[in-house]
């Protein structure tokens, strides 16, 4: 899908890179062979909350397995780390990054500054990668983490397409999200748990229930001690926009068993094949409050910006 032009001996020579398409996968139980068949890496952990019933991050054992298991697929393996850690966390995040580098796994993802310095202080040999909540908003930012020792970052949710370019113009590879729920926020407090006593669900169980906070035209999607977009960001009409980035996220973290397997399916087939309006349709299906483009048109989050370069009418809202 991306074409790269080289110079060689005068002659320009232009060669296809595909992007390497990844998804998270929060516990072992929600690992399988077919719902990760069409990734080329995955990011273990749920990163929101250390309390989610078998996250990979809390549980060493079970993250072995699952290291284990896609090296038997041959995927590339990620571990993310807690998202928002305190002193307190610390011990425990460092724990961690010391069991993924056990593990040998091929990057380690942080959104914290002092984590990232740790690692590549510690582990220089150990490829860091950063999330979006890492506030990468300008590549001034972006040559620090480049100069820290980071190999990957993914930039501000907020970011336009064009601000994107100018980070990645830094010489660091660059991950963004084109498809799922997207983190709007990240607090230290689960917003869930003030609800359990009306929904008879507690702290780990009611993760797995599904929640959405509704008023008038706004939804969103509680998870942890994160508040995801209701709606589902979707790039799939613009792929060919995005074509300079190294990396494609589908956030699939809070979904349901099998939307990462479709979703999954349809982008593969949208970077080796091309677009296909039945496969848009499906993704617009199973998007049960709608689609949107998310920041990369300088809007505001909620609309979608069609092939036409239109604002177009999607169901539900974020």
């Known amino acids: 899908m991306k074409v790269d032009r080289l110079k060689v ?3 320009e020579v232009t060669h296809e890179v595909n992007p390497e398409l990844v998804t998270n996968v929060p516990t072992l139980e929600s690992m399988s062979e077919c719902s990760l068949k069409h990734y080329d890496a995955v990011y273990l952990g749920m990163p929101y909350c250390w309390e989610y019933e078998g996250n990979l991050i809390s549980n060493h054992d079970d993250l072995g397995a699952a290291v284990e298991m896609l090296r038997a697929m041959k995927k590339k393996v990620y571990v993310s780390t807690f998202a928002a850690p305190r002193n307190k966390d610390l011990k425990h995040v460092f724990s961690l990054i010391d069991k993924a580098v056990e593990l040998e796994v091929d990057a380690v993802e942080s959104t914290n500054y002092g984590v990232i310095r740790h690692i590549t202080k510690e582990y220089p040999d150990v490829r860091v ?8 908003y300008t590549s001034a930012t972006a040559e620090l983490l480049y100069s820290m020792g980071v190999g990957r970052v993914m930039p501000a949710y907020e970011l336009p397409i064009e601000d994107i370019r100018k980070i990645k113009d830094v010489g660091l590879e660059v991950e963004v999200v084109v498809h799922g729920k997207i983190p709007l926020g990240i607090s230290h407090d689960c917003f869930l748990k003030s609800f359990a006593d009306k929904t008879g669900k507690d702290c780990p169980y009611i993760c797995k229930e599904e929640f959405w906070f509704r008023s008038d035209d706004l939804v969103l999607k509680p998870f942890g001690s994160a508040t995801l977009s209701g709606k589902d960001v979707c790039m799939y009409e613009h792929i060919e926009k995005l074509d300079f980035v190294d990396a494609m996220r589908i956030e699939a973290i809070s979904e349901r068993i099998g ?3 479709v979703v999954g399916e349809i982008y593969r087939r949208r970077i080796n094949e091309g677009y ?10 199973m998007a049960k409050n709608g689609i949107c483009n998310g920041f990369y048109f300088n809007k505001a989050g909620q609309d979608y910006i069609g092939k036409a370069g239109k604002a177009e009418e999607t169901k539900g809202v974020l």
Do not use: W
Request: no cysteine.
């Open 276 to 285: 296909s309006t039945e496969d848009f349709g499906r993704l617009k299906e």
């Open 259 to 261: 939307y990462r397997d």
């Open 129 to 136: 990668h950063t999330g979006g909540l890492t506030n990468i």
């Open 9 to 11: 001996e005068g002659i």
